[in-house]
């Protein structure tokens, strides 16, 4: 089993969101040297200002440190920074064999299909692909409490673990690559399969005149709680669509449920409803607003309301 890298050894860092921002400032806080880049300038001079070193493209980091992590939002835009003159590759291949990329670390929701065929694509330029998606939101990128799903061979994923527990409380190998992914679209599966039963119960409750906030806090406190219900609540409770998750993002991850159950041969019944919800979300240009937007899609297809009179006392 390979050992785990020094704190000094450099881990290259592309895609700075609002996730990754966070996330790469987090290993430069825990002592790793971080070479980072990303399309756009201000969240690298942030990155620079929380720590890390900026590159001049993806060939500068994949020619400067043995792992790259990226924080993209799928997997073409993974390959977008792999290929082209100035991309990962090029960098790989203009570097010297003990300093150039052998690990990329991707930690985007992808789909488990699609990164296990990267991974066989980029086998013969000898980098190993790990997939490491998150969940914890913006909230534990901030404060690495990220909940992480590895998939990837086991030295692979122990000789980047420390990588990983810089940036969250939980870290799991699940298996071999596209475990890590398969177990993502798992937790997109709850997670949108909970906001369309919150979002009808809303709905139901309002149309026979009960108060959404007043619905959604006996819900929290009985069995119906749950981590989704906690950060949609002022949402559905306020109509307020202010997007924390655009909504187009599940609709993304959706696909890949589907996909992955195309793949094991599996019917999904809900999945397929609530992919088909979302993608009419999208449809509706609602996919930049906060995936609780589901309920007024829901409004909408019900016409108006005509709430029955329900007593307060």
């Not at 914890?136 to 122990?158: C, K, N």
Request: aromatic share 2%; glycine share 12%; hydrophobic share 45%.
């Amino acid at each position: 089993m390979s050992s785990p890298p020094p704190p000094s050894e450099t881990v290259g860092f592309v895609g700075l969101g609002a996730m990754g921002l966070p996330m790469a400032a987090g290993l430069a806080k825990a002592g790793f040297d971080v070479l980072a880049w990303n399309r756009g300038r201000a969240p690298l001079d942030a990155a620079v200002a929380a720590g890390c070193r900026a590159a001049g493209g993806p060939a500068e980091v994949a020619a400067g440190a043995r792992t790259v992590v990226t924080m993209l939002p799928d997997l073409p835009q993974v390959r977008q920074v792999w290929a082209g003159p100035d991309g990962l590759l090029a960098g790989l291949d203009s570097a010297a064999a003990d300093r150039a990329m052998n690990t990329l670390v991707v930690m985007g929701t992808v789909s488990p299909v699609a990164v296990r065929a990267l991974a066989e694509e980029l086998r013969p330029h000898g980098v190993r692909v790990i997939d490491a998606p998150v969940s914890g939101g913006v909230t534990g990128a901030r404060d690495a409490t990220l909940s992480i799903m590895a998939g990837g061979p086991q030295d692979a994923v122990e000789r980047v673990r420390p990588y990983l527990t810089a940036m969250g409380s939980t870290v799991r190998r699940m298996g071999d690559t596209g475990a890590g992914s398969l177990a993502k679209a798992c937790n997109q599966l709850v997670v949108a399969g909970t906001l369309v039963a919150l979002a009808e119960a809303v709905l139901l409750g309002e149309r026979g005149g009960l108060d959404p906030a007043a619905l959604l806090e006996v819900l929290a406190g009985g069995l119906a709680s749950s981590e989704v219900l906690a950060q949609k609540r002022h949402h559905l409770a306020d109509s307020d669509f202010t997007p924390s998750g655009p909504a187009r993002y599940l609709h993304k991850d959706l696909g890949f449920v589907l996909d992955s159950a195309t793949d094991a041969h599996v019917g999904l019944p809900l999945s397929t409803a609530v992919a088909r919800m979302y993608a009419a979300v999208d449809d509706r240009g609602l996919g930049d607003l906060d995936n609780s937007v589901v309920l007024r899609l829901l409004r909408e297809d019900n016409g108006p309301s005509h709430p029955h009179h329900i007593s307060k006392d």
